[in-house]
């Protein structure tokens, strides 16, 4: 048992019997009373996310993952397939339980595949990947001093704000915390 005031992102905790996730955690403190954690949590077999309120001296249970290296292979319908790079058994993971992580999977990447009890829950990207430009407006003559930058649809899908003079094609490396342009590949 730990107590919510030690929570972590990412970490897991079972809760009133369900597996739940911290995608986003703040400590506040109201001008009166005491302070609260207010969370935003992942039912990890339903993929719900609420946010929720709760006392820093509550206690809870930590759920141990289990980590294990795999590689993404493919999209099969509306789950994502991933294989074990020590034993080759492949798992399909729910697209619902990746939430935006699916925008920044990429053939043959790998990645690390969070198991509870035998099920998988989730995966750990690196901090970066390198994405190619699908469609992007073409840069226009003069307009370097905007500085503003354009969207670019990369070849997964996900929309980034990148500068001017990239174009379709180019090979980018994205951040995967928070889905920013870091620089060519």
Do not use: C, W
């Amino acid at each position: 048992m730990i107590q919510t005031i030690d929570l972590k992102k990412g970490m897991v905790f079972e809760r009133d019997g369900k597996l739940l996730k911290v995608l986003q955690i703040n400590h506040h403190k109201p001008g009166k009373g005491n302070t609260l954690m207010q969370m935003d949590i992942q039912d990890l077999r339903s993929g719900s996310i609420v946010h929720t309120t709760m006392r820093p001296s509550e206690k809870v249970e930590q759920v141990n993952v289990d980590k294990r290296s795999a590689q993404y292979l493919y999209d099969e319908g509306d789950s994502a397939v991933f294989m074990d790079l020590e034993s080759y058994e492949q798992y399909s993971l729910n697209h619902d339980l990746l939430g935006d992580d699916k925008n920044y999977l990429v053939e043959n990447m790998k990645v690390i595949l969070n198991f509870v009890n035998g099920d998988i829950i989730g995966v750990e990207l690196p901090t970066t990947v390198e994405l190619t430009v699908a469609e992007t407006e073409p840069m226009i003559k003069g307009a370097t001093i905007d500085g503003g930058g354009k969207p670019a649809t990369m070849e997964t899908g996900l929309v980034v704000n990148v500068p001017a003079f990239i174009k379709n094609g180019d090979k980018l490396i994205i951040n995967t915390t928070d889905g920013s342009y870091k620089s060519r590949a």
